[in-house]
């Protein structure tokens, strides 16, 4: 999946646009497209996880002050952030009382790559060198994030600003740092540089944090690195996340995206499992899959995804047994932008006997595109770039209203609500 990053950039191009719930204005035009038949959540009804999760959504749906936390992981498609914020932002502006917390984010500029248009941290890029977990050729340590940026010179300031182009009814403040390295070693002093906002200061070695408590909410603050001996040979302070932090209820939505990455990638990030114990999510949406099956169907390797599919899963309930795991199957796509790829229907099936192996929910977006080559029907339908792996702004926009649709669809079955009450709920948010 090579250029991607200048297709990704292509599409934060748009990042700016407001947000509205715009499946009904499309669907007449792109109804022979889309086979609404299959937007639902399989397994949902039966899985006694996501019953629990829909009784906790339905209390943050009345009013109440619920914590909820939801991660989504995958690859390109998470990264840009550009869908998976379209529902973050359905998720956090549902009532008046509780907007949760933005959370854990990664500074992917200091990487050079893409960052998502609804945050911004800065610094001096070519002080900092990213290394990717996808990158085979890249070997360094890999937290949560997977994505890593190391910094080996004498210092630099990092700004934070934890809104850029957001659509949160309520920008975000937090009042609590938490900055992600290679706690390991001590070459570098981190400082605050409006000291008069930090009232506490601690170092959590085990899971690799620095954490700030401030006397006040902020939105933006500024971070300086200096080495603390310009004799230590081989200096390195190497970032592995943020997480901006308040004491707020509401729902909580982390994404997790790499370009390129495959499980195997996430494999490689040999703290990811250590990183996410600080958490207990109580929705996981799996959109992993896509750079697995990128290859010749001679070559796809299926019980070797299984097994890795699997093992993923595994983790997810060693750090919650009781969360609900929504595992969605990838998008059709073209191989090298000429070859249709049959490996996406092999995954679909393991996908679905893993669904209903560990009683979970399963979103078969292949089969809601129409599946092998319904891609290249998108593309020429302009909601896809010619890769036929990604999509365009609308396109994603499409994506999320999908599966928010599916999502409230299950919501009513499980809870006896209506249906169509609660999806005006989410189209007239902007109103």
């Not at 010619?386 to 499409?398: A, S």
């Not at 928010?404 to 007239?428: Q, Y």
Request: hydrophobic share 35%; glycine share 6%.
């Amino acid at each position: 999946m090579k250029k991607i990053l200048f297709v990704i950039s292509v599409f934060l191009y748009f990042g700016g646009h407001s947000q509205e719930y715009l499946l009904d204005s499309v669907m007449p035009q792109f109804e022979e497209l889309i086979h609404t038949e299959a937007n639902v959540l399989i397994g949902a009804e039966t899985s006694p996880n996501f019953n629990h999760f829909f009784s906790q959504l339905d209390s943050v749906y009345e009013g109440k002050k619920e914590n909820l936390h939801i991660f989504h992981i995958g690859g390109s498609h998470i990264q840009a952030d550009i869908y998976s914020n379209k529902l973050r932002t359905y998720f956090q502006n549902m009532n008046s009382v509780s907007q949760g917390q933005r959370g854990f984010v990664f500074p992917f500029q200091l990487a050079h790559t893409n960052n998502p248009s609804n945050y911004r941290v800065e610094a001096n890029k070519a002080k900092w060198e990213g290394y990717r977990n996808s990158i085979m050729k890249d070997s360094i340590a890999w937290g949560l994030a997977g994505v890593s940026a190391a910094f080996r010179d004498c210092s630099d300031t990092i700004s934070i600003k934890a809104n850029y182009k957001t659509h949160t009814k309520k920008p975000y403040t937090f009042h609590k740092l938490r900055v992600f390295y290679n706690t390991w070693k001590d070459d570098y002093n981190l400082n605050i540089l409006d000291s008069t906002l930090v009232t506490f200061d601690t170092i959590n070695y085990q899971k690799m944090y620095r954490e700030y408590r401030f006397a006040r909410n902020v939105k933006d603050v500024e971070i300086g690195i200096h080495i603390k001996d310009t004799a230590t040979e081989n200096p390195e302070f190497l970032m592995m996340g943020m997480e901006f932090m308040n004491d707020n209820p509401g729902i909580e939505y982390t994404s997790i995206g790499v370009n390129g990455a495959s499980f195997g990638s996430y494999n490689r990030s040999a703290y990811f499992e250590n990183q996410l114990g600080l958490y207990k999510p109580d929705l996981f949406i799996i959109s992993i899959g896509t750079n697995d099956a990128y290859m010749p169907k001679a070559d796809f390797k299926a019980e070797e995804f299984r097994a890795n599919y699997e093992a993923f899963i595994q983790m997810i309930q060693r750090i919650n047994p009781n969360c609900a795991i929504l595992l969605t199957v990838p998008n059709d796509s073209y191989y090298r932008r000429k070859y249709a790829n049959p490996n996406t229907a092999i995954q679909q099936q393991i996908i679905l006997e893993l669904t209903e192996k560990y009683n979970m929910a399963c979103w078969d977006f292949y089969s809601i595109m129409g599946g092998l080559k319904s891609s290249n029907k998108w593309y020429k339908n302009k909601l896809m770039p010619r890769d036929r792996i990604h999509f365009n702004y609308l396109g994603y926009n499409i994506k999320a209203d999908l599966l928010l649709k599916a999502l409230v669809d299950a919501w009513a079955k499980s809870t006896g609500r209506n249906t169509e009450t609660l999806l005006d709920h989410f189209k007239t948010l902007n109103k």
